[in-house]
């Protein structure tokens, strides 16, 4: 099973998590996460992984059974993987083109601070590891 942003917290909140709206307010553009752990199917991942993201609810504490893969200062549980590795999540969006991410930047001006919302734009000038973790759910469902 795979969850992304809302399908993370779903899972996260079904198995015993705590998801919530996170008090440090929206997450927007592309953000930076530290991997923090690299099991078989992400052995080549980099350091850290900058991916878009567009969220106000997080996974604030992950459930017992979870492993936290990506980790930021911003959003501590950003990836999980499930210890019985029959489920792994992401809050971060991989399948978000930069255009689509520039909008729903933008579309939040008015509820997210502008500052918020300015630094999202500027953020889509990073590099991005979309692909990459794309590639890490592909190699997830290919272990079997």
Not at 102 to 112: C, F, I, P, T, V
Request: aromatic content about 8%; glycine content about 12%; proline content about 6%.
């Amino acid at each position: 099973m795979l969850g992304i942003c809302f399908g993370h917290q779903v899972m996260a909140d079904a198995l015993g998590g705590d998801v919530r709206k996170s008090e440090k307010g929206w997450g927007l553009g592309r953000h930076s996460y530290d991997v923090v752990r690299r099991p078989g199917f992400m052995g080549s991942a980099p350091v850290a992984l900058s991916i878009a993201c567009s969220h106000q609810d997080q996974v604030i504490a992950p459930p017992a059974e979870a492993e936290v893969l990506l980790a930021s200062e911003f959003t501590p549980n950003a990836g999980l993987v499930y210890r019985n590795g029959a489920a792994l999540s992401f809050q971060a969006h991989p399948e978000f083109a930069d255009d689509y991410t520039l909008a729903l930047a933008e579309m939040r001006r008015g509820k997210a601070p502008d500052a918020v919302v300015d630094k999202a734009l500027a953020s889509i000038a990073k590099p991005s590891h979309s692909g990459d973790v794309a590639g890490y759910i592909g190699q997830f469902f290919k272990r079997g």
